[in-house]
């Protein structure tokens, strides 16, 4: 999978990824707690979510709408424990033939109930290390 800046991405996935958002979101206000961490603090994790990416404790694979969604979780324990769960879809870059993993919601909770929520699709395998 690539990571760049610099691909087309047509119309209908940008639309696709909107309604997956919203979709997303509403779940999240639902799940959340009152002594939660509030939309307004999630930015101040956006620096881990490459790291919650590249080296994820858990990873999950599923299909919606024929799109691969891919949810990154990682636990962090820098002044009490919170999870961060990166939510994505992965979409080809048929100019590089690449595939492109395209960050739809992330977000960070002390709840393993909401993780769970997010938590959805067959865990993916990582490399067994000697």
Known sequence: ??????????????????LKKSQYLSKLIQLMK??????EEFHQFDGQVPQTIENPDK??????????????VRTYDKSGAYHQVVVGVVIADE???????????FFVTRDDE?????????VMSRPILN
Do not use: C, Q
Not at 34 to 39: M, V
Not at 59 to 72: F, L, P, V
Not at 114 to 122: D, I, L, N, Q
């Open 34 to 39: 009152p002594n939660d961490f509030g939309f």
């Open 1 to 18: 999978m690539d990571t760049k800046d610099d691909f087309y991405l047509p119309e209908e996935d940008i639309e696709w990824i909107g």
């Open 59 to 72: 990873s999950y694979h599923d299909e919606d709408d024929g799109k691969e969604i891919r949810t990154y």
């Open 114 to 122: 909401v993780v769970k929520a997010f938590s959805t699709g067959e």
């Open 95 to 105: 100019k590089s033939k690449t595939e492109v993993y395209i960050p739809v919601l």
